[in-house]
Structures are given as structure tokens and as C-alpha cells.
């Protein structure tokens, strides 16, 4: 099973977090799979936005504890940094629909989208801030937390 499948529909490019039995929790090779979907979508001319969202009943339980265990960002680029840096140079809108979980990292995620559509059953934790980090900190005055529309 592919965890993250993208699908077409005219100019919008559906990004979907697919790991439902894990809470569509994200391992460091699927950060480098998004950054690498987010860095391609930007060049492609075809791609006018991003649809993003997660399989079962969850958006993103953040990042799969055992495999961060293995695998924890050390000096430099890790997946990590290269997903949010492909975030924050994403200049197309970003739409992210959200239903259950979003923990932690798939709370941060959703800090660099333009838009946010939260489901009845959508809830939000973050473990830690990096809101200053954020694509969408500039549009919001610099105050981290601050909506931005």
C-alpha cells in the first residue's frame, strides 16, 4: 500500500496521507515523499493548487514515534526540515481538509496552509511550537497563533 497516493483532477493536485491504521502518523521516508510531491507540484505549471488530506479517521497523527526513534533528525537537512522548507517556499495555495487527529507535527502542517477546512470531528494538539517557523507567520503580523485569512 502506497503511503501517500496524489491523484489528479484538472489543475488540483489531491495529496492523501495514506497510513489510517497508523493515524497517517508520517516516517521520514514520507516526509521526503511530500517534499519531493511539493517541490515538483511548484513547477508544474498544470498544478494551480493542492487539495491535502488524510485516509481513515484522522488528518496526521505527526510524526511515527518508532520510526523517528531509528531515524531522528541529526546536523543539516533532515526529511523533516526538507518538508517544512518545501512548505514555506510553496507558492501555490494549499488547501488542507482535516477531519480527526491532527497531533503535533500534523498540527504544524496545517500552519502552512492557506486554507484550513476542519471537519466536525477535527481536534488539534501541538506538542511543542515552532508557529514562528511557519509559512503563514509573516501574513499574520509575526504574531505566532494569529489566523491569517
Not at 488540483?12 to 507540484?41: G, H, W
Not at 507558492?91 to 482535516?98: E, N
Request: hydrophobic letters at 40%; charged letters at 20%.
Amino acid at each position: 500500500m502506497d503511503e501517500i497516493i496524489t491523484e489528479r483532477s484538472g489543475n488540483i493536485l489531491c495529496v492523501q496521507l495514506n497510513r489510517p491504521t497508523k493515524r497517517n502518523a508520517i516516517t521520514s521516508r514520507m516526509y521526503v515523499t511530500l517534499a519531493d510531491i511539493f517541490e515538483d507540484a511548484a513547477k508544474d505549471e498544470r498544478t494551480r493548487i493542492v487539495l491535502w488530506h488524510g485516509a481513515g479517521d484522522s488528518f496526521c497523527a505527526g510524526n511515527d514515534v518508532e520510526d523517528f526513534l531509528k531515524n531522528p533528525p541529526g546536523p543539516g537537512e533532515s526529511p523533516q526540515a526538507r518538508l517544512m522548507n518545501a512548505l514555506i517556499d510553496f507558492d501555490k495555495p494549499l488547501v488542507a481538509a482535516v477531519h480527526g487527529a491532527a497531533i503535533g507535527g500534523g498540527t504544524t502542517m496545517l500552519t502552512h496552509c492557506d486554507f484550513v477546512y476542519a471537519g466536525e470531528s477535527a481536534n488539534s494538539k501541538c506538542l511543542s511550537s515552532i508557529l514562528p517557523l511557519c509559512r503563514n507567520s509573516d501574513r499574520a503580523g509575526g504574531v505566532p497563533g494569529k489566523a491569517s485569512a
